[in-house]
């Protein structure tokens, strides 16, 4: 699996847009980029995975660089319950592998 | 939306001690997964599992432990004799197919052993 980078943290006011960085620069041709959250005291939840287009649905954005080598996870409008750790995941595999994610605080 | 469920949520067990932790995946569901999460720490792979067997498993999954599907609906992650370093958060995960599927989390179990 590709090595990625994400900050280790972020801050959004509530009702602002967030941009969630990842940098995947090792990532294979056929890995998917896969974006996950994990809210407090619960477990793994997905958000959102695409491939080489941006792709929508009513969680989030997720927009893929034209090279691959990195991705953002664009949430419109920040709320209180999207405080969580998102973790940024290319793979091919059947497999997750979690890295250690941003920690996105969100500010009311 | 369907949920993956997990049993107990807490479990304190003394060291040496067996745990068997169940999971009820999503039920079409055909891809079975077991994590864990140490406080503070990453979420771990351990294993996987289809079709009655492990498809993969990770260095931390060592002779102490094992998984089953006894029947239909669950799946287990038994811990033979449990040490200190096993106290961890627990996630069973499950996904319909093989293809870029989304998995589905259970709330896991806390497990503290003493």
């Known amino acids: 699996d590709a090595k990625t980078t994400q900050p280790n943290s972020m801050e959004s006011n509530e009702e602002e847009p967030v941009h969630l960085p990842c940098n995947h620069s090792t990532i294979s041709g056929t890995d998917y980029i896969h974006w996950y959250r994990q809210l407090p005291s619960q477990g793994p939840e997905y958000v959102i995975h695409g491939l080489t287009s941006n792709v929508n649905n009513r969680m989030a954005s997720l927009a893929i660089a034209e090279d691959r080598k990195s991705s953002t996870l664009i949430l419109h409008r920040a709320t209180l319950r999207d405080a969580a750790v998102y973790y940024c995941?290319?793979?091919?595999?059947?497999?997750?592998?979690f890295g250690t994610g941003t920690r996105l605080t969100v500010i009311p | 939306e369907p949920e993956v469920t997990q049993t107990p949520s807490h479990q304190v067990t003394q060291m040496g001690q067996e745990v068997i932790l169940r999971c009820v995946p999503i039920s079409n569901h055909l891809y079975f997964y077991w994590y864990r999460q140490i406080l503070g720490q990453k979420v771990e792979f351990l294993v996987s599992?289809?079709?009655?067997?492990?498809?993969?498993k990770s260095e931390i999954f060592d002779d102490q432990f094992s998984v089953e599907r006894p029947d239909g609906s669950n799946f287990t992650l038994k811990i033979r004799s449990t040490k200190l370093e096993d106290s961890a958060m627990y996630f069973c995960?499950?996904?319909?197919?093989?293809?870029?599927?989304?998995?589905?989390f259970g709330s896991g179990t806390q497990l503290s052993v003493l």
């Open positions: 599992f289809y079709n009655n067997e492990i498809s993969e």
């Open positions: 995960a499950s996904k319909m197919s093989s293809t870029n599927e989304k998995l589905f």
């Open positions: 995941i290319p793979t091919g595999a059947n497999n997750l592998f």
